[in-house]
Nanobody
Framework: QVQLVESGGGLVQPGGSLRLSCVVS????????MGWYRQAPGKQRELVAQ???????IHADSVKGRFTISRDNAKKTVYLQMNSLKPEDTAVYYC????????WGQGTQVTVSS
């Protein structure tokens, strides 16, 4: 079956950086749009960034210039490089296979705090 496993989250001070990874098993990712989403306590899950099969990316306005999504199809892995982190970036971060599928990872916690 399809599985997505995120890693790389943790506790970081404001202004710091983290790199999230999402490894997919049970499916190739070459032809799929891949996305990173986040959900903060008491808030709805929101799209952070997406990358299409051709490499076109979109980033939410709140993270533009700070976060970068990328992919390695051979490794079936999607990355989210997060720089200049802010306390408001604190959330559980999830990756998703496909633009509208039900294939999600279990999430990785990112906490930005001094």
């Amino acid at each position: 079956q399809v599985q997505l496993v995120e890693s790389g989250g943790g506790l970081v001070q404001p202004g710091g950086s983290l790199r999230l990874s999402c490894v997919v098993s049970g499916s190739i990712i070459t032809f799929y749009t891949m996305g990173w989403y986040r959900q903060a306590p008491g808030k709805q899950r929101e799209l952070v960034a997406q990358i299409t099969s051709s490499g076109t990316t979109i980033h939410a306005d709140s993270v533009k210039g700070r976060f970068t999504i990328s992919r390695d199809n051979a490794k079936k892995t999607v990355y989210l490089q997060m720089n200049s982190l802010k306390p408001e970036d604190t959330a559980v971060y999830y990756c998703r296979l496909g633009a509208s599928s039900n294939y999600w990872g279990q999430g990785t916690q990112v906490t930005v705090s001094s």
